[in-house]
């Protein structure tokens, strides 16, 4: 919290007047005042619920630049304190011992100190928060080090947002209180508005309030609550500031207040949330279990059928690049990336032309080739395959041979594939186990039984790309056999004593056997064609989809709880002893916040 008083002494006792009424939530009293108190130092009120009676103390905290000396003297400094009327008691005397000017005798003191006055109140609080009041425009401690703020701690600072900025860079934990604006000069009231209604050159995440504190005068008498309240919405429904504009909820100290317990109740109630039932019992585990493994079901399921936006929509929020907690989309891109990369770099042996040798990169474990260089190849085993087949024909074994060659580079393309989508959906399911199980240790445990289940079904995905890679040794057998009728089997049809007798009357001097080899490469790029988009296919659908993406659903369900004895339900999910002492922390403390609104009349 950052408190501002613009035309004001800055010497204000904000820090003092805001824990007043954050205690006074709790039911722990008022701070007393006192006319023209002012601290020059530090002061730190660290409020600590835990069970037991309520103890408030006063320490010095000595700044790092005292003497080994000065440190014990001002560390044995220690205050009980049972009424805070004793305050500015306690205020003198620890000015005293700072050695401050216009206390004791030291008229050559420093105005102010760089110690800290810490006053710790422990007890029945309803909730754990920090409060540092920095005096006037002095800093206490040059070192960012010195200062080590929670996300609860409040930055108090009087008139420096700048130094509290130090301390709070996003600004998620500085709130502006403007105090004292019945000091004001008469007709400024318009620059103080534009202030706290967040308009102003200095503005705030979290807004401005502005209180209006009762004189010590008052608070001596014993002004009450209502009293006070009353009188703090009388000042602020005078013309000269009804006419402001200024919210209402941004005005008067209980709004203050009460928006700090309702942010602290928000925080504490998700805290309960994400802490869960109580797992002690074998039955209470179980529960547990069968309530997040029916989510945990939901969600994969969603996942697996690209249905983003139903009861789980935040988890499938894309917040990057990395989109794999849309898993439907994300094997799409995965699959066609596998698709195009096989038309592109699939085959063994890519013909390209002369002038692409020296800019296209070849792919690991492939060959680039002119197409003058290609024929050699489809000669050589044009050659080693001959059979019976008439000149200008070639064997069948030629295309089995060149395909099974060109093909070669299919199983390692296909295994990376299913690889990245194996990984991909471990991404995937550590991502939605973290969003279903917020306790960690109940989250490594079921992550490590559901690897167990991730890691069997990759395994069966394997071994359906083993059968797709053999059945491709074959097919090209099939295919000619079955698909094509034999027309590359040796035959001693019409047709073909046609086709030679044609030749030889034309007396056309013909290259036979590179007729022969420019007719397989031919039937080789239709076959292979048409084999490498039917492989495709089959390992997105037998492969991917059968064997990862249907299973992927019941890796955990409720009926795998179901199964489990009560000595993996204890192992799995029973919950520590922290975690038991936590809720147990929490609830309370939701309770005395709860309390506390009512308190404030809300």
């Known amino acids: 919290m950052c408190s501002v008083s613009p035309e004001a002494d800055p010497k204000s006792e904000c820090a003092l007047v805001v824990v007043m009424l954050i205690v006074r939530c709790q039911g722990v009293g008022h701070f007393a005042r006192q006319d023209g108190l002012c601290t020059r130092f530090a002061t730190e009120i660290s409020l600590r619920h835990e069970p037991g009676n309520q103890r408030t103390t006063a320490m010095i905290i000595p700044h790092i630049s005292r003497t080994d000396d000065e440190k014990t003297r001002l560390s044995a400094f220690r205050c009980e304190i049972s009424d805070f009327a004793e305050l500015p008691r306690i205020i003198e005397e620890a000015s005293k011992l700072m050695g401050l000017r216009g206390h004791g005798t030291d008229s050559g003191g420093p105005t102010f100190s760089p110690d800290v006055l810490r006053l710790e109140i422990a007890g029945n609080t309803g909730l754990h928060l920090t409060i540092v009041d920095l005096p006037g425009l002095i800093s206490v401690s040059e070192n960012g080090e010195d200062v080590q703020l929670n996300p609860r701690t409040i930055i108090l600072a009087v008139g420096i947002i700048q130094r509290a900025r130090n301390f709070d860079k996003a600004g998620n934990r500085t709130v502006g209180v403007i105090t004292k604006p019945d000091l004001i000069n008469t007709g400024t009231e318009s620059r103080v508005a534009r202030l706290a209604k967040n308009l102003d050159s200095t503005r705030l995440n979290l807004g401005f309030f502005l209180l209006k504190s009762p004189p010590p005068a008052e608070l001596e008498k014993g002004i009450t609550p209502s009293e006070r309240r009353k009188a703090e919405l009388d000042f602020f429904s005078t013309r000269a500031w009804k006419g402001q504009g200024i919210d209402s909820s941004r005005i008067e100290i209980d709004n203050l207040v009460r928006e700090d317990v309702r942010r602290l109740l928000n925080e504490i109630n998700d805290e309960i949330v994400d802490l869960g039932m109580e797992r002690s019992s074998p039955y209470q585990i179980r529960e547990y279990l069968t309530r997040i493994s029916r989510d945990f079901h939901n969600l994969v399921k969603a996942g697996v059928e690209g249905a983003y936006a139903g009861h789980d929509a935040a988890f499938f929020h894309v917040g990057c690049d990395d989109i794999s907690v849309r898993l439907r989309a994300a094997i799409h891109m995965k699959n066609e990336e596998f698709a195009a990369y096989m ?249 005395a916040l709860e309390q506390s609104l009512q308190d404030l009349g809300v």
């Open 343 to 591: 038309r592109r770099q699939g085959e063994k042996r890519k013909v390209v032309k002369k002038e692409q040798l020296e800019t296209v990169q070849a792919d690991d474990g492939q060959l680039l080739l002119t197409d003058d260089q290609m024929m050699p190849w489809v000669r050589k085993i044009y050659h080693e395959t001959r059979g019976r087949e008439l000149p200008g024909n070639h064997n069948y074994s030629l295309l089995t041979e060149m395909f099974h060659a060109q093909s070669e580079r299919w199983e390692d393309i296909s295994r990376r594939h299913v690889d990245a989508v194996v990984s991909l959906v471990s991404r995937f399911i550590h991502s939605a186990l973290a969003f279903i199980v917020k306790d960690p240790k109940a989250r490594q445990s079921l992550t490590e039984g559901i690897k167990v289940n991730l890691n069997i079904n990759a395994k069966e995905a394997f071994e359906e790309l083993d059968k797709l890679l053999q059945d491709e040794t074959l097919s090209m057998d099939d295919a000619i056999r079955e698909d094509w009728n034999g027309k590359f089997h040796v035959s001693n049809s019409q047709f073909e004593i046609s086709r030679l007798l044609s030749a030889l009357q034309d007396r056309v001097v013909v290259d036979m056997t590179e007729r022969a080899c420019m007719d397989a490469r031919t039937d080789l790029a239709a076959y292979y064609k048409v084999a490498m988009r039917s492989f495709v296919d089959n390992v997105c659908r037998q492969v991917i989809e059968r064997h990862i993406l249907a299973k992927l659903p019941n890796v955990f369900s409720p009926v795998t709880v179901s199964n489990y004895s009560d000595n993996i339900l204890l192992r799995l999910a029973a919950e520590s002893r922290q975690i038991r002492n936590r809720r147990v922390e929490a609830v309370q403390l939701q309770e």
